[in-house]
């Protein structure tokens, strides 16, 4: 066969594109194209980038990704400007072969055709066609070209879809949260800038739905009219349709400080959920007075810290029947103090948290009358520390009292274990919890403790730095620990990322659980920044799917569309905003804007929800649930809000059951208290009163 | 096919047929053998906003590479370049040219796999050092190198072989015994990686980093307490080797910000004269600022103490002096060259002028613990105890349960006759503490020994049970004083002598004669069946320092 010169030259180049495509996934539109919000109707919300609750920038035409850029330039000189977008165009080069495959679009040729054929074929689809043309070409002298043409856009673009791959579980949706971090980078590279935000799910009104809590930055100095945080209603159940709206006039356009982190509880037990908001400054207790507007009692509450603190929680740690707080305080940087920190590029970069001393963290015991005691020395959680990042509380040694777990940014993490005295002992180092198991204090993110061995007991993830992997440590019931991160297949995959916001859930509703990472680093990723970047700092999210045994496959971004994004991600809050019965996540990014990810097809499996209720009806938030499967073998769910990083979850439980039955369920509510409830229905939420089971002795 | 611009219906046929069969057989054939990518181009980093020196050395490196684009040698040095400066994409593409053009020079495959390792590309990383093996099986880093990979992954069998064969080439090599005991703990074998982490903190004692993991075989063992002093031991020196070709790389870099943080590394592994070296090479390079001088001071300072002998640490000391000067020449107000040259001047006994420092240091860094606590002590020394006091509380607002600060600040309030407010922080500062001997024997000592005038604080019975478990915890001349105190308030003074005796006994026997006037004075007065009522003598440096 011999093809003729300007047929072998177009061919040429056609490769030399499919080639480029590789290299440059996004510029390649015919290949990837960029990613939008799948949900149509809602992308006019997304346009409007929420960077003040008082000054909203609402343009009409704009796309998502062009509002908000335009919201950023808006507020903020162009060199701190720095906007979330799909990977950049890499120089050419080996730094390239680290960039994601970026493809959605899908061949009608290959639908059907197993992945790891898609993989090899896409790429080769365009060659194929650039070759059929060339045929195609030879012929057309005597047939016309534009059958020809039609030909060959029918074999190479004509069939290409633009909609994730039908086995996706997430979706993107704005569905109204339309809100933009900001983290006020002026080109000083200030520490602060790189370690927030989180965000809450929680049910602000008790309308039965989760609304939505985004904490924002501000201006680095603080001005008078910085960003406020911003709370979004979930309008579900008024409208049926899952749509988020800026509640208005909830007093909490007052919450301006330079947020970091939200934990939600009702520490006045008067039956409406208040938030404790972390601030690189002062921090703010709100109060829910139940009418729809919040009040900051931090003063007469006595809940003010001044340094920098980042996840906190409410938790019962005395048993007294109210909230306690227990606030991770982070390092002692301040603007005034700022020095400057080079990477090992020699080029300036952010200064990592060793270069500044640690804040001990505090333990505030609520006195049941609205406000709270320091008890930081007396329960002994003061005597050690490092830089607080993540906090989890959770009955670790199985004694029925409540204990704490703290991540440390790259120092040795905490272990506090409930004496039921009013004090702690920290156990972390002969626990084998308080290092990786070679010994090196890990810089600890996100944090989150469950069940993830089925055994009965808490496990812990945590989530670290590049060039650390993360770590997951297997409990063995009475508060010991193995790390079984490289066994887990947990370790690996996250040497080249830096994990923040985490949480176990079972997102596929098959009984066992999986992970979801958020990931963004905190120093500058070199082939980014050699790329031009302005904010060479983000990295794409991860998924693992538990596959039974503590082990866990990595779902690939070319199977959810969704982790293709990379983003500067922080915070990550879990919970069921549409009530179908899976569980949802919402992302938050540093510097960029908020992702709704929606689950889409984990209500496929049997499920059932609950929503756990103590004696006087108000939510639960510690409980444990245990599902006796038709196996004899039970799963265990724990109640929780505090997990992830700076964030806040959904403590509603999800038991997705797979291929299994409940024989009988039962609810463990605290050391003294189990009941037997009867089997609720499938596919549906439930109310479980405490009381109204079986006493289980 | 040939050119044929009459086409007939059996021709077109021909030609649908044959481009039908050629599709197919084009689809089967790419199926099975993908095209080779061609070498990448070597992306050059960018050097906006790099140290001058590094873009200085960058831009001679780029030249070289455009002037010599096949030639190994060019390539891998360039490489070797790029990796000192972290430039992991550039000397990735140079490594892999380089070993295309020279593919039996082992050293591009190896320095390919630490950058692609680096780089997170965990099997092309393992390929590249499986590859430099080949070339050289006996070679020991690379089967080091190529089993933490491994064993990472949690490749066991493999990383153990490695290690094994590594043992073999190199029986002194600690890094192959610490590969092994990891693995071993991996599997559950606690015996055998005892024996490997024992053997490999045999040959390197100061591979803390092997002290975790055999705390954790022991605790696999059964054996809590010697897990536990094992676990608090934990460290993270490395159980090292030598490793010429990576030594090459870090002799690479130039520049002062990169020699200071070199610099500050060492410093942070105790390795005070490399650090040295780098501080000064950073001032060579032009870092003519505060804070490097600060740092060349401190290493000097520690070097010095380090020394045995006088007259050369004396000299690394001077020079110590003159750069902290230097230092405060360029910032005086700076915070940090304050604070640490007042600990400078307060470890040489110039404590007035370690004072001014401090307070210089405070007034721009106001809650640094660290420094209210030095200052608060110098204070003390110049029996400037109201001042202390001040400094010792603002430590105990910023760091509450700072064991050490509790106590000073007892020890001062009962220097400035404040006994109320010393058993008053004492009991607190116990019950947060309890494990704190030096608390408890402050506490214990006033409810044994409070003066007449504070009577009402004295509880001999439980001054008694705290004695008892002070000793319990360490049989010392201060707590058995401490029990005598309690059993002469409780009357019991025949059991008071005769402990201050044994204590006697033993300050004889270990040459501490310093301590028998106290003693002895002590002995008299139970002799005379009269209790002690003084916690501290006035005259106990720890009250007077």
């Not at chain 1, 856009?153 to 909609?163: A, R, Y």
């Not at chain 1, 990014?589 to 984990?602: D, K, S």
Request: glycine fraction near 8%; include cysteine.
């Amino acid at each position: 066969m011999v093809l003729s010169d300007s047929v072998k030259t177009y061919y040429a180049r056609r490769v030399q594109n499919v080639n480029q495509a590789k290299e440059m996934p996004l510029r390649a539109s015919f290949l990837a194209p960029a990613f939008e919000p799948a949900d149509k109707p809602l992308q006019h919300a997304a346009a409007c980038g929420r960077v003040a609750r008082r000054a909203p920038f609402h343009p009409p035409q704009a796309t998502a990704e062009k509002a908000l850029s335009a919201s950023l330039r808006h507020v903020w000189p162009a060199d701190a400007y720095a906007r979330t977008r799909p990977t950049p165009r890499p120089n050419r080069g080996a730094s390239v072969a680290a960039q994601p495959d970026t493809g959605s679009g899908e061949h009608c040729l290959f639908r059907g055709l197993s992945p790891r054929f898609r993989e090899i074929a896409r790429p080769w689809s365009l060659a194929y066609g650039s070759l059929a043309y060339g045929s195609l070409a030879y012929w057309s002298r005597a047939y016309g070209s534009l059958a020809c043409w039609l030909a060959y856009l029918l074999l190479t673009c004509g069939c290409t879809v633009e909609t994730p791959p039908p086995s996706a579980v997430f979706r993107e949706v704005a569905s109204g949260l339309d809100f933009v971090h900001v983290n006020g980078m002026s080109g000083q590279r200030y520490f602060c800038e790189i370690v927030g935000a989180g965000c809450a799910l929680f049910d602000y009104d008790s309308d039965g739905d989760l609304d939505l809590y985004a904490v924002q930055g501000a201006p680095l100095p603080t001005t008078a009219n910085a960003p406020s945080d911003v709370l979004y209603k979930n309008l579900l159940i008024e409208t049926g349709e899952l749509r988020y709206e800026p509640a208005v006039g909830t007093g909490l356009d007052a919450a301006t400080g330079y947020g970091m982190g939200v934990a939600v509880g009702d520490y006045d037990s008067d039956g409406w959920l208040d938030l404790y908001v972390t601030n690189f400054g002062p921090n703010q207790l709100w109060r829910n007075r139940g009418d729809g507007t919040f009040e900051d009692v931090t003063a007469t509450s006595h809940a003010n810290d001044e340094r920098w603190s980042t996840s906190s929680c409410f938790v019962d740690y005395d048993q007294d029947g109210d909230l306690d707080l227990y606030i991770g305080n982070y390092v002692d940087f301040r603007l005034a103090t700022h020095k400057p920190c080079y990477s090992e590029t020699s080029a300036l970069d952010y200064c990592g948290p060793l270069s500044f001393r640690p804040y001990p963290d505090r333990l505030l015991q609520n006195q049941g009358d609205g406000t709270f005691v320091d008890v930081s020395a007396q329960s002994r959680i003061a005597a050690e520390y490092g830089g607080a990042l993540g906090v989890v509380a959770t009955d670790l040694n199985g004694d029925g009292a409540v204990d704490l777990y703290v991540a440390n940014d790259g120092t040795a993490n905490q272990c506090w274990i409930n004496r039921g005295d009013g004090t702690f002992e920290n156990t972390a180092l002969l626990a084998g919890c308080a290092f990786n198991i070679d010994g090196k204090a890990e810089a600890s993110m996100g944090i989150d403790a469950a069940d993830c061995d089925g055994d009965g007991d808490d496990d812990l993830f945590m989530s670290h730095l590049t060039g650390e992997t993360n770590t997951l440590y297997l409990n063995d019931g009475k508060g010991t620990f193995d790390d079984h991160s490289m066994a887990s297949g947990l370790g690996v995959p996250s040497r080249t990322l830096t994990g923040f916001g985490t949480a176990w859930f079972d997102y596929d509703n098959d009984g066992t659980l999986d992970l979801f990472l958020a990931n963004g680093a905190v120093k500058t990723i070199e082939a980014l920044a050699s790329a031009g970047d302005p904010f060479p700092l983000h990295q794409r999210n991860q998924l693992f799917r538990g596959v039974g045994a503590a082990r866990f496959e990595e779902i690939s971004a070319t199977a959810e569309p969704v982790l293709q994004r990379s983003e500067v991600s922080r915070g990550a809050a879990f919970g069921d905003v549409d009530n179908d019965g899976d569980t949802d996540v919402v992302v938050c990014n540093n510097n960029g804007p908020l992702r709704l990810l929606l689950n889409q097809t984990g209500n496929r499996r049997p499920w059932i929800g609950l929503h756990l209720k103590n004696t006087a009806g108000r939510t639960v938030d510690d409980a444990r649930v245990e599902a006796v499967l038709n196996t004899g073998q039970s799963l265990w769910r724990r109640a929780r809000r505090a997990a992830s990083y700076c964030s806040s979850n959904d403590p509603r439980v999800l038991l997705g059951l797979g291929e299994h039955s409940v024989r009988e369920l039962r609810v463990h509510w605290n050391a003294q208290q189990t009941e037997r409830f009867a089997v609720p229905a499938l596919q549906r939420w439930h109310t479980i009163q405490q009381g109204r089971g079986e006493v289980v002795q | 096919m040939t050119k044929d611009t009459a086409a007939t219906p059996s021709k077109q046929r021909f030609a649908v047929l044959g481009l039908g069969c050629w599709l197919l057989l084009a689809g089967l054939h790419c199926d099975r053998t993908p095209v080779a990518a061609p070498p990448a181009a070597i992306a050059f980093p960018q050097l906006h906003g790099l140290d001058p020196a590094v873009r200085t050395h960058l831009e001679e490196v780029q030249k070289q590479l455009q002037r010599a684009t096949s030639d190994a040698k060019v390539l891998g040095e360039a490489g070797l370049t790029y990796l000192a400066y972290k430039f992991n994409g550039a000397a990735a593409s140079c490594f892999e040219r380089a070993a295309e053009i020279a593919p039996d020079d082992r050293r591009w495959h190896y320095y390919r796999g630490h950058v692609l390792a680096n780089d997170g590309a965990t099997a092309a990383a393992l390929a590249a050092f499986r590859k430099a093996l080949e070339l050289q099986p006996t070679d020991v880093p690379t089967l080091i190198h190529l089993a933490r990979l491994e064993l990472e992954q949690h490749d066991l069998e493999n990383a153990a072989r490695h290690f094994q064969a590594a043992l073999v080439e190199a029986p002194e090599t600690s890094a192959a015994d610490v590969g092994l005991g990891r693995i071993a703990l991996q599997r559950g074998d606690y015996d055998a990686a005892r024996a490997h982490l024992e053997a490999a903190l045999r040959r390197t004692p100061k591979a803390t980093e092997a002290c975790y993991s055999l705390g954790l075989a022991y605790r696999g063992l059964g054996k809590p307490q010697l897990a536990a002093q094992w676990m608090q031991r934990q460290g993270e020196a490395r159980a090292g080797f030598p490793d010429p070709l990576l030594d090459a790389v870090e002799a690479r870099i130039r520049g002062h910000r990169l020699h200071h943080d070199l610099g500050l590394r060492y410093f942070g592994a105790g390795e005070f004269e490399t650090a040295v070296g780098y501080f000064r090479q950073a001032i060579e390079s032009g870092a003519e600022d505060a804070r490097t001088h600060m740092n060349l001071a401190s290493a000097l300072a520690r070097w010095g103490d380090q020394t045995h002998d006088p007259a050369s640490a004396a000299k690394r000391h001077q020079e110590a002096e003159t750069h902290y000067l230097r230092a405060l020449e360029i910032d005086p107000e700076g915070a940090v060259a304050n604070y640490t040259y007042g600990t400078f001047l307060a470890r040489k006994k110039l404590t007035a002028n370690a004072v001014l420092h401090y307070q210089r240091a405070l007034q721009r860094d106001t809650d640094n613990p660290d420094c209210h606590f030095n200052l608060a002590n110098a204070l003390r020394r110049l029996g400037r105890f109201r001042d202390a006091r001040g400094h010792y509380e603002e430590v105990i607002r910023l760091q509450p349960l700072n064991a050490t600060a509790r106590f000073a600040l007892a020890l001062t309030h009962l220097r400035l006759g404040d006994v109320t407010a010393a058993h008053r922080l004492l009991a607190k500062s116990h019950a947060a503490l309890p494990q704190d001997t030096r608390i408890a024997t402050g506490l214990a000592r006033i409810l044994a020994a409070a003066p007449e005038s504070h009577a009402g604080l004295r509880d001999g019975a439980r001054a008694e049970t705290l004695a008892r478990w002070l000793r319990s915890r360490e049989n010392s001349v201060t707590h058995i004083e401490t029990h005598a105190m309690a059993l002469a308030d409780l009357g019991q003074f025949e059991a008071a002598a005769s402990l201050i005796r044994s204590a006697m006994d033993a300050v004889e026997k270990q040459r501490r004669t310093e301590l028998l006037p106290g003693l002895l004075a002590m002995l008299r007065s139970y002799e005379q069946r009269s209790p002690w009522r003084t916690p501290w003598r006035i005259d106990d440096p720890l009250l007077s320092p």
